[in-house]
């Protein structure tokens, strides 16, 4: 009984002592951050023309063909002065003896003798005596084969190879010729080669005044273009200059707009033109001894420009580039110079250009 007793005591103690035994403290609230502000995003501003439009790719297809034809004239002028200056070295390096046949006259010995003569002189290389069949051959396109030169006053011909930085005395050598061999006939081509100067000088001349044409023409229809870009977006262009944006800026977008454009339509005429150079080279290559091919050959020379060729190509195309981007920086800053003026003193909108 006393134990059960004992128990019953102990039970309400654990009790007090469970109640009496302190509780954790309570966290503590945490502290609210202010919310943070939504991240500005700056639109990205457009530009003032429109990437592509009408009037551009107009442009950019004048740009292409004025391109074409600068690449193309610049190539047929390198091409020509190439080709005159291969026939120029090729006559100027050899001179012709033509010894006429007459009475008596033995014409094996005199061509030795004419050769002889020739060669005794300072500037002479080689002397090389045209036989019977070269001489037939050469005359072939005219009187037709199976020739008997006996039978025909046919002058002969002896080739004098000589030293082009170093020729001999022709007048000299033409006396002495006349004097050991009375039917020879000294011809060192400088009449031949004096025309072909002239024809190179007067081609080249052609070239750069078509090439000034062209460049003309391409500078006026960037102006119009520009203009015309300008009349379609003046408001924009008044009201940026109105909330304080410089010249510089508004020059600037339009120089980046007709760079690009002036980039594409030139690297297309150019590409285009060093494409048909190579094509007809190609065709010229893969043709040879045919009539076709030895007519293009006489009347034009070789189709090949050559790494310079190429090179002037392209300098070409970043020429016309850069006229295209000047043109329209120094078109939009006289215009914004006639807007300032007109805001000025709007009675001067009468006597200026309309934009």
């Not at 094996?108 to 019977?132: E, H, N, P, S």
């Not at 007709?258 to 339509?265: A, E, N, V």
């Not at 020379?301 to 190429?310: A, E, K, L, M, N």
Request: proline fraction near 6%; aromatic fraction near 6%; charged fraction near 20%.
């Amino acid at each position: 009984m006393n134990e059960m007793s004992r128990t019953r005591s102990s039970k309400p103690q654990k009790r007090d002592r469970t109640q009496a035994r302190p509780k954790p403290p309570a966290p503590e609230p945490q502290q609210q951050q202010p919310a943070r502000r939504a991240e500005m995003r700056v639109r990205p501003t457009a530009p003032i023309l429109p990437p592509a439009n009408i009037q551009g790719n107009a442009l950019m297809v004048v740009i292409a063909i004025m391109a074409f034809l600068a690449c193309l004239t610049l190539g047929a002028v390198s091409m020509v002065r190439a080709t005159a200056s291969s026939w120029q070295s090729q006559i100027s390096r050899e001179i012709t003896i033509q010894i006429k046949p007459d009475d008596g006259l033995d014409m094996a010995a005199a061509l030795k003798k004419a050769r002889d003569v020739a060669l005794t002189f300072v500037g002479t290389k080689d002397g090389t005596i045209m036989d019977d069949s070269a001489t037939a051959r050469l005359l072939e396109p005219w009187l037709g084969t199976g020739l008997n030169l006996d039978d025909l006053p046919v002058p002969r011909l002896v080739i004098i190879t000589i030293d082009e930085q170093n020729p001999p005395d022709f007048g000299a050598m033409r006396d002495l010729l006349k004097t050991e061999v009375p039917q020879a006939f000294l011809d060192d081509h400088r009449t031949w080669v004096d025309r072909l100067v002239s024809m190179a000088r007067t081609t080249v001349l052609i070239g750069t005044g078509i090439l000034v044409l062209v460049f003309t023409a391409m500078v006026l229809t960037v102006i119009f273009a520009t203009r015309g870009a300008l009349s379609g977006n003046r408001h924009v262009v008044e009201v940026l200059h109105f909330v304080g944006a410089e010249s510089a800026f508004v020059a600037n977008e339009f120089q980046k707009h007709f760079l690009k454009i002036s980039i594409k339509g030139s690297a297309a005429g150019g590409a285009l033109a060093a494409i048909l150079f190579a094509v007809a080279n190609l065709w010229q290559s893969n043709s040879r001894a045919t009539p076709q091919s030895d007519q293009a050959t006489a009347l034009f020379g070789s189709f090949t420009i050559g790494v310079t060729g190429y090179l002037g190509i392209f300098a070409t195309m970043l020429v016309i580039a850069l006229l295209t981007t000047l043109t329209a920086r120094f078109t939009v800053m006289r215009t914004i110079d006639e807007i300032d003026l007109i805001r000025s003193d709007p009675s001067r909108s009468d006597g200026l250009p309309s934009a």
